[in-house]
T-cell receptor, first 114, second 112 residues
C-alpha cells in the first residue's frame, strides 16, 4: 500500500514551458486534490475532484488544468509555466461520504520556474 | 468565500511548557476540523481532528477544542518536547463540499 505517490520530486522549468505533475493513489479514494504551498501562505487549493470525470476549481486555479479519467490518477498540468508558479505542490486524497475522512498527502513536488 | 485565520504565525516555548494555536473559520456550515503537522521538508500529516458535534477531543498530549458559537477551534499541546517543533496547520471543511480550507500555519519551536 503506497498511499499517495507524486512524481517528480523536483522539477526546474523555464518560463513558458509546460509540464504535468503526476499523482496516483491506491486507497480507492474518491476525493483527490492539488494544493500549492508558499511561505507564509499555508496550503492553497488549486483544483479538486470527487470522482472520475468530475473536477472543480479551488482557490487558485488560474494557470493549471486537471482531469480525472480514473479513480487512481489526478494529474496537474501547467500549460505555460510562470515564475509565480514556483512552489511546492502537494496532492491529497480522502474518502467521501456523510462523515469526513482526513486528507492523505503525497510527499510533494518542488517546482522552480526560472 | 470560506476563510480560516490562524494565530500565531510563530510560537516559541520552553520544553515542558504548553502551546496553544488558535483558528477562526468563516463558514458557519463547516463541520470538520483537522490539524496537521508538517516537519521540515516533509508532507503534512494528520495529528488530531474534531467534528462539529463534539466540543473537545484528546489524544495523549494533544487536545483540540471547538467553539461553534464563536466559530473558532484551538490546538493544545502539553508537556512540549523538541520533536514537537514543526509547522502546524488547521483546516475546516463542510459536508458535501469536500473543500478543505487551510490556515496559514504556525511555526512552533520548542526550546530545550
Amino acid at each position: 500500500n503506497a498511499g499517495v505517490t507524486q512524481t517528480p520530486k523536483f522539477q526546474v522549468l523555464k518560463t513558458g514551458q509546460s509540464m504535468t505533475l503526476q499523482c496516483a493513489q491506491d486507497m480507492n479514494h474518491e476525493y483527490m486534490s492539488w494544493y500549492r504551498q508558499d511561505p507564509g501562505m499555508g496550503l492553497r487549493l488549486i483544483h479538486y475532484s470527487v470522482g472520475a470525470g468530475i473536477t472543480d476549481q479551488g482557490e487558485v486555479p488560474n494557470g493549471y488544468n486537471v482531469s480525472r479519467s480514473t479513480t487512481e490518477d489526478f494529474p496537474l498540468r501547467l500549460l505555460s509555466a510562470a515564475p509565480s508558479q514556483t512552489s511546492v505542490y502537494f496532492c491529497a486524497s480522502s474518502y467521501t461520504g456523510i462523515l469526513h475522512s482526513p486528507l492523505h498527502f503525497g510527499n510533494g513536488t518542488r517546482l522552480t520556474v526560472t | 468565500g470560506e476563510n480560516v485565520e490562524q494565530h500565531p504565525s510563530t510560537l516559541s516555548v520552553q520544553e515542558g511548557d504548553s502551546a496553544v494555536i488558535k483558528c477562526t473559520y468563516s463558514d458557519s456550515a463547516s463541520n470538520y476540523f483537522p490539524w496537521y503537522k508538517q516537519e521540515l521538508g516533509k508532507r503534512p500529516q494528520l495529528i488530531i481532528d474534531i467534528r462539529s458535534n463534539v466540543g473537545e477531543k484528546k489524544d495523549q498530549r494533544i487536545a483540540v477544542t471547538l467553539n461553534k458559537t464563536a466559530k473558532h477551534f484551538s490546538l493544545h499541546i502539553t508537556e512540549t518536547q523538541p520533536e514537537d517543533s514543526a509547522v502546524y496547520f488547521c483546516a475546516a471543511t463542510t459536508s458535501g463540499t469536500y473543500k478543505y480550507i487551510f490556515g496559514t500555519g504556525t511555526r512552533l519551536k520548542v526550546l530545550a
